[in-house]
């Protein structure tokens, strides 16, 4: 978008995902590596898979809203068909995470594109 080159959007945008903002996710991974769980210190039970993420989906097309929004320019969109073995909906189930580290991460969509996009002008100097 910011070099003015056609994005591809699959599905012709019917998609949804878990964007999750990447402050909420370092934080999740800080306090798992900080405090393991009585379960992880078993020797029985020395791993454990956690989903770090919003729990919600947001729109595809919704999202790149927020980033033409923030960029001040609108994407020339190709409209492309869903991609083989791809899934329209994704969401991660924070569930385990919220019982075990009392941790939901939650910035919205708005805040961390708003976030991202302010970082990556200042960052590529755009």
């Not at 923030?70 to 569930?95: F, H, S, Y």
Request: overall charge neutral; hydrophobic content about 35%.
């Amino acid at each position: 978008i910011v070099n003015d080159r056609p994005i591809k959007v699959f599905n012709h945008g019917k998609m949804e995902r878990d964007f999750t903002y990447i402050d909420d996710i370092v934080e999740g991974v800080v306090r798992i590596c900080e405090k393991p769980t009585q379960e992880r210190l078993d020797a029985k039970a020395l791993y454990k898979v956690y989903n770090i993420g919003n729990n919600n989906s947001v729109k595809l097309l919704d999202f790149i809203k927020e980033i033409e929004f923030n960029l001040g320019k609108e994407a020339e969109k190709n409209m492309m068909p869903i991609q083989p073995g791809d899934v329209e909906k994704t969401w991660a189930d924070v569930d385990q995470l919220i019982k075990d580290y009392d941790y939901r991460p939650n910035t919205p969509i708005k805040e961390g594109v708003k976030s991202f996009v302010n970082w990556y002008k200042s960052y590529y100097n755009k």
